[in-house]
């Protein structure tokens, strides 16, 4: 269901979103129907001799034929051949994805277990939420907090593994409106199939719009900052906040107020206690969840920024 | 390979002069390393290549005569010979890449 | 890989597929120097890797290399070439048939051996009581590093040093077994392949220490 | 041969009796037998997961297991069937068996360095399997740095148990090395070796040279994880892209330490079952060298995402074309052989030519994954899951059961029940397509590999895979039946049921423990139908 929203499907391919997608695409048709004539030629060949010299007698000759050198060098030549003319053409393309325009629209992405985190210089950060504007070169650079992911958008026929201690990057330019999948395809431990984000191309005035109107989160009641954080640090990709269902890690529905049970004990759920939770994670964890799982914010998060997100779990009814 | 060879074939034998004037090279070659790494200061980006240089020919007179390469089969060399070329080889690709990278840095 | 024999007193006996001792001598050998192969590409990962970073950071490994005591691997690198001779001149005895002197030679070889793992032990004790360990176990402030990450040096020196180190141990074993074997006279001119082996194991640990004591201790 | 058949009842089975007869074994035939109970046995459990996996991956969500349970059955699938089945597979069951038959030898060089090789499996195995009772690893068979450094698992144990296997497999090459160079029987010149026997070789040279490689490489991960040195891990100031290159030169190669004895068995296969001279033998044989020289240039292809460099991503895309040259002109090859030949379809021949549909199709889509700029797209998705897939078990699989029932009667001296072998093969080719296209889709529609869960649109395709999975696993178990029956009630197998020209087939069935009463002298080229 969620596919036909996102980009309808092309004869087996996603969408082409970019111009090199296309290319990328003749390439590889180019590829289906030369595989699919050798296919023909060897399998084909294949039966057509196993049919046509099959066994009718148990005194059978067969012809004494070592080898044919013409025959052998056309079948390691022709082959040869082929497979330069595709190596030249896929660099050619390959040449286009790994050159980096100049003036492109620079967005910072930084992956961690599990989630996407995309900071625009603006100072606007978004969570799995990656939107840019349409017809327009956006350049991704790229790190990641903990171990190797990948920034994969089928759509647009991109991949680039994202590696800690190092930027890697990767250029797009989309010339579709509508939103696309953005998958983690290096794996990366226990929520790597969970480690999606959406990449929405919007036309110009809409990204500008939008972009004014993540800046101004300073300006909201204190539960909706609280909220905006909650997305930007993918703080939902562990924890479930419209009902009581556990992923990674406990619910935050309805649980302000309660008492919770912890390995170290009953705590009851207050201002400290979440504000605890957040900066040391693993001081108290909630029975049945493993320690070490979820990742400090300490030094990430300012004093408003805490009070921000206490007021929104506060909210979560 | 293995077929032909001459079944009575005495084994070579090196002479002890050989064995001790190899040993003696050996010996000198690696104060001929030391008293080349006082110098290290004149002989600046060369004293890596000639530290390396005198090691090759020490492992090369190993290789030779206290090995007895120099008197074994072709077979016996060529094998041994394919692993320094394969080291090669690992050194070579891993190098391609890691000096060729071109680093990507954060304009934020 | 040069066992596959059964040792019954003074004949040596040829394994039924072999044709004859020769045909097993050239065989065994093969296989000794198809293992040597492995030896060379093992430690050979190791020398690319160090050659890798010590060209990404010249300067952490200059200053790790500080650290050594170039006259301790000197001592050491002569200690090496002088068992390789006398492992060299063991196999000569016994294809001259004089066993005795081969006995004395293997010790020799032995204790030279024994003689290089106490230097190392020295050396290593050494550097822990300085508080020189490879990787995060370097304590940085005790050292006085220059270079947070002078770890990887270390961790390089250790593991390298390491592995030739327990090399040095299993040829000392395997020289043992050499040894007493010589003296039960299981070998002579005729069938000395086992000796042959091991020294051409003890000629490697001398090979790779030959290019380590330049890459450790004086270039760095 | 009638002569040799009415010899004696003694055999290599019979000659000794008693389980210890067996664990102390030096009889390369024993040795190869004992193989094939631990391959089959770590097969069974490989194949187990395998279905858990399908079985999980029916439907979106959780379905059978939770995502950690999912990564671990995942890395153990990867690593039981890469290390314990595929690796050892054809040489240590198949070439331990007939290496020395096909060249006449009594034994390989050194028989307890081989007997010493089985145990340093069964211990690498034992060591692996220990793994499943402490901290299961997550990490997938590849053991990527920084996940495998900082993941709480046991993955010191899991990669001492990879380095042991890895030492049994490199002595096992080595002994293979020197048997072929110095084994020989007189005139069993390398020209009059059969192709079976140049493939194993050729893959003995890799398993000698790529292996130590691994090593180093595992202990250095275990070095990393025990004291932090830092060579592969960034927050340490290493480069995690390092490990990949130490991986991939090992692992790249290890790739066709799995395929190339397959293609040897299938060379064999094809000549016997058309009853027609090979094709172009020295081509077969020079292109397995040639595969296994080029394997050592090519793999970067691995690691077109990865971070190396543009440049180097474009050469060693040019480099993996190469490769693909000798394959084709193995193909070919195997088509020209059956032309004007007398083609028998009895159940071995079934395999062969499964073999070569099911590899046509991994090996194109091996060259679309070659081609950089495509693979930018499909890299880690299951196009490159069905990729391999169509290549290690469509090929190499599909080689070992052929071969397995072309040698049945020379290894047990009983015959098999022709029939259901053929219901097996219906089963198990059908189930591997139904399986593994749907995911050649999967992948182009992008979704990647090691994902336990997926997006909807997904999810037609992977109920398809899930049944087809079953169809694999009916066709196994049937196989398996035919193996215990034609074992238990089998009737005595003649010396040369197929009419073969191979040595092997010239001494009685099961082979005498000597191999060959009188050292056979070799006047001719293996494959003389004339």
């Known amino acids: 269901m969620m596919w036909f929203n996102y980009a309808q499907a092309q004869s087996f391919m996603p969408t082409e979103g970019t111009k090199i997608a296309s290319q990328v695409d003749n390439l590889y048709g180019f590829l289906l129907a030369a595989s699919f004539i050798s296919c023909v030629i060897v399998i084909g060949g294949m039966i057509f001799f196993v049919w046509k010299y099959r066994r009718r007698t148990e005194t059978d000759k067969t012809a004494y034929i070592t080898h044919n050198t013409f025959l052998e ?27 980096m325009p100049k003036d492109a629209l620079e967005v910072q992405v930084t992956g961690k277990q599990w989630a996407w985190e995309f900071e625009y210089k603006s100072g606007v950060k978004t969570g799995n939420l990656l939107v840019v504007p349409v017809n327009k070169d956006v350049k991704l650079i790229m ?25 890697t990057s990767l250029w797009f330019n989309a ?39 993540e800046s101004q989160v300073g300006m909201l009641p204190l539960a909706q900052r609280g909220q905006k954080l909650f997305q930007a640090k993918a703080c939902a990709s562990c924890h479930s906040v419209a009902d009581a269902s556990a992923k990674v890690g406990p619910s935050l529905w309805q649980k302000f107020g309660t008492k919770e049970l912890t390995e170290e004990g009953e705590f009851a759920i207050d201002e400290n206690f979440v504000r605890e939770s957040i900066l040391s994670p693993n001081a108290k964890t909630t029975k049945g969840f493993p320690k070490g799982v979820m990742p400090t914010f300490q030094g990430q998060l300012n004093e408003t920024e805490l009070s921000a997100l206490i007021e929104y779990i506060k909210t979560l009814k | 390979m293995g077929n032909n060879h001459d079944e009575n074939h005495a084994h070579h034998i090196t002479p002890l002069e050989t064995y001790l004037k190899v040993a003696g090279a050996l010996f000198a070659l690696t104060f001929l390393t030391v008293i080349a790494h006082h110098f290290n200061n004149q002989l600046g980006v060369l004293a890596a290549p000639i530290a390396f240089l005198i090691a090759t020919v020490k492992a090369v007179l190993v290789m030779l005569w206290f090995m007895h390469l120099k008197y074994d089969s072709v077979m016996n060399r060529v094998i041994f010979g394919a692993g320094f070329f394969f080291l090669a080889l690992l050194l070579f690709f891993s190098g391609l890449d890691i000096w060729t990278r071109v680093a990507e840095f954060s304009t934020l | 890989m040069s066992t596959d024999s059964t040792h019954a007193g003074h004949d040596h006996h040829v394994a039924h597929h072999f044709r004859n001792a020769e045909h097993e001598y050239l065989t065994s050998k093969e296989g000794i120097w198809l293992f040597m192969v492995t030896e060379i590409l093992m430690f050979g990962g190791l020398f690319v890797g160090y050659s890798i970073f010590h060209n990404i950071y010249p300067e952490m490994f200059a200053e790790g290399a ?18 390789s001779l006398t492992m060299a ?17 293997l010790a020799i070889t032995i204790l030279c051996g024994a003689i290089f793992m106490v230097v190392k032990y020295f050396e290593y004790t050494h550097k822990f009581h300085l508080g020189i360990f490879p990787g995060r176990l370097l304590d940085v402030a005790k050292v006085g590093a220059e270079h947070a990450n002078l770890g990887m040096y270390f961790g390089f020196y250790y593991c390298m040093t390491g592995l030739h180190g327990i090399h040095v141990l299993l040829g000392m074993s395997l020289i043992t077994w050499v040894l007493f074997r010589t003296i039960r006279g299981d070998f002579n001119s005729n069938y000395y392949t086992a000796v042959e082996g091991v020294g051409i194991f003890w000629h490697i640990v001398d090979l790779i220490w030959i290019f380590l004591f330049p890459l450790l201790y004086l270039v760095g | 041969m009638a002569s040799a058949a009415a010899h004696s009842d003694k055999n290599y089975l019979n000659e000794s009796s008693g389980l210890w007869s067996w664990l102390t074994t030096l009889d390369h035939k024993r040795i190869g037998i004992m193989y094939f109970i631990a391959v089959m046995f770590f097969f069974l459990l490989g194949g187990v997961m395998a279905l858990l996996l399908r079985l999980e991956l029916y439907s979106p969500g959780q379905t059978i297991m939770t995502a950690d349970q999912y990564n671990q059955v995942m890395t153990y699938h990867g690593a039981i069937m890469v290390f314990m089945v595929i690796i050892p597979g ?17 034994d390989v060089a050194f028989p307890r360095l081989n007997l010493f ?10 060591l692996a399997f220990s793994t499943l009772f402490t901290h299961k690893i997550d990490t997938g068979w590849t053991f990527y740095t920084p996940y495998s450094i900082k993941t709480g698992t046991s993955v010191v144990t899991m990669v001492i148990a990879a380095f042991i296997m890895g030492m049994s497999s490199i002595l096992t090459g080595l002994n293979f090395i020197a048997t072929v160079h110095k084994l020989r029987a007189p005139g069993m010149t390398m020209y009059r070796i059969p192709l079976f026997v140049w493939a194993l070789y050729s893959t003995a040279i890799l398993q000698v040279l790529a292996t130590p490689v691994l090593g180093i490489t595992l202990l250095l991960l275990s070095v990393e994880r025990a004291f932090g040195v830092g060579i592969f891990d960034p927050a340490l100031g290493g480069d995690p892209i390092l490990f990949q290159h130490f991986f991939w030169f090992y692992s790249h190669p290890a790739v066709y330490i799995m395929i190339l004895p397959a293609m040897g068995v299938v060379s064999e296969l094809i000549t016997a079952f058309s009853r027609k001279v090979i094709f172009g033998y020295t081509a077969i044989a020079y292109s397995s060298l040639g595969i296994a020289g080029v394997s050592f240039f090519v793999w970067g292809h691995h690691m077109f995402v990865s971070g190396q460099s543009t440049t180097a991503g474009v050469v060693f895309s040019f480099l993996t074309m190469l490769v693909g040259v000798p394959t084709a002109i193995k193909m070919f090859n195997w088509l020209a052989t059956m032309y004007k030949g007398s083609v028998l379809m009895r159940s071995p021949m079934l395999y062969a030519l499964g073999f070569l549909f099911l590899f046509a199709i991994g090996g194109v889509t091996g060259i679309m994954l070659a081609v950089v700029a495509v693979d930018v797209h499909f890299h880690d998705t299951y196009f490159v899951v069905a990729h391999f897939h169509y290549v290690m078990v469509g090929g190499t699989l599909m080689a070992i059961m052929g071969g397995f029932y072309y040698w049945f009667p020379k290894m047990f001296g009983k015959m098999y029940s022709e029939s259901l072998a053929r219901l097996s093969f219906v089963f198990i080719f059908i189930g591997f397509n139904v399986t593994f296209f749907p995911q050649f889709v999967l992948g182009a529609m992008g979704m990647p590999r090691r994902y336990f869960d997926y997006i909807p649109a997904y999810h037609s395709l992977n109920a398809i895979s899930t049944v087809g999975s079953w169809l694999i696993a009916i066709g196994f178990l049937i196989s398996l039946y035919v193996i215990v029956k034609g074992l238990i009630s089998g009737e005595k197998a003649p010396a040369n049921p197929w009419g073969a020209k191979t040595l092997e087939w010239t001494v009685p069935s099961p082979p005498p423990h000597h191999n060959f009463d009188v050292e056979p002298v070799i006047t001719a080229g293996p494959y003389e139908y004339r």
Not at chain 1, 147 to 165: A, C, E, N, T, W
């Open chain 4, 117 to 126: 090789s089985w145990y340093c499996l069964m211990a690498g195995a034992l």
């Open chain 4, 90 to 106: 054809i040489p240590a069951i198949l070439g331990n068996f007939f290496l020395p038959l096909h060249i006449g030898a009594k």
């Open chain 1, 73 to 99: 060098f056309l079948w390691s030549f022709i082959p040869l051949v082929i497979f330069l003319a595709v190596f030249a053409w896929g660099w050619n393309i390959y040449h286009d994805m790994r050159t």
């Open chain 1, 175 to 213: 010339d579709k409106l509508g939103e696309f999948h953005v998958f983690c395809a290096e794996f990366c431990g226990t929520q790597h199939s969970g480690m999606l984000a959406t990449v929405k191309v919007v036309t110009q005035a809409e990204y500008e719009a939008w972009l004014i109107e």
């Open chain 3, 66 to 83: 500080k650290y050594l005591d170039w006259k301790m691997g000197f001592i050491n690198t002569l200690v090496l070439i002088f068992s």
């Open chain 1, 143 to 167: 790190t990641s907090k903990d171990v190797l992911h990948s920034f994969y958008i089928p759509s647009f026929r991109i991949k680039q593994d994202v590696i800690p201690g190092m930027y």
């Open chain 3, 89 to 105: 001149l063991g196999i000569y005895f016994l294809q001259k048939n004089q066993p005795k002197k081969a006995v004395v030679s």
